[in-house]
T-cell receptor
């Protein structure tokens, strides 16, 4: 079964450092998403991406965050200057375009970010 | 805007007992409804979904959920749970008119099945 792949599985970084989380969505999917889950809290939407641009973003997704699809297969989340409160599990997801299939998201296993 | 409320943060049950995990949603537009499961140290996996048609939907491992529009609920049930069902369960909604629309998740319910 096709799957969404995320790397790294765990990253530890110092506050103020830049972090890039990588995702390989399912190959024929057109919509891409990033979510985060702070330990013990709900899964929160960060951003959705379609046709090489952001289609929607939450208030959490401020100027320190950016997304990119650099080469047609990878989908990255960059955090420019990490803060302690960015420590969380970050999930990438993708879905297919067209009709009702668009709303069924497939998630990756997550990248755990620890900011010290 | 949509919101999802999962009324129980933790549900402990004994093996082979029935279980119901409650989910209520709020939305001014038509929605799709989902249950995702997160096993320990793993990602989110789709358990079942309601898009249209029959209001009762089933998963391959014995869970079922019923869409109740009048009560804005989508409770998850299983008549007899196994130890392996221990996981966190998330209810989610998305706007049905938005093709690439985001999912909004509830707070999650931790199901703990004891022998």
């Amino acid at each position: 079964e096709p799957e969404v792949t995320q790397t790294p599985s765990h990253q530890v970084t110092q506050m103020g450092q830049e972090v890039i989380l990588r995702c390989v969505p399912i190959s024929n999917h057109l919509y891409f998403y990033w979510y985060r889950q702070i330990l013990g809290q709900k899964v929160e939407f960060l951003v959705s991406f379609y046709n090489n641009e952001i289609s929607e973003k939450s208030e959490i997704f401020d100027d320190q965050f950016s997304v990119e699809r650099p080469d047609g297969s990878n989908f990255t989340l960059k955090i420019r200057s990490t803060k302690l409160e960015d420590s969380a599990m970050y999930f990438c997801a993708s879905s297919s375009g067209g009709g009702r299939g668009a709303n069924v998201l497939t998630f990756g296993a997550g990248s755990r970010l620890t900011v010290l | 805007a949509q919101s999802v409320t999962q009324l129980d943060s933790q549900v402990p049950v004994f093996e082979e007992a029935p279980v119901e995990l409650r989910c209520n949603y709020s939305s001014s537009v038509s929605v799709y409804l989902f249950w995702y499961v997160q096993y320990p140290n793993q990602g989110l996996q789709l358990l079942l979904k309601y898009l249209s048609g029959s209001t009762l939907v089933e998963s391959i491992n014995g869970f079922e959920a019923e869409f109740n529009k009048s009560q804005t609920s989508f409770h998850l049930r299983k008549p007899s749970v196994h130890i392996s069902d221990t996981a966190e369960y998330f209810c989610a909604v998305s706007e049905s008119s938005n093709q690439g629309g985001k999912l909004i998740f509830g707070q999650g319910t931790e199901l703990s099945v004891k022998p």
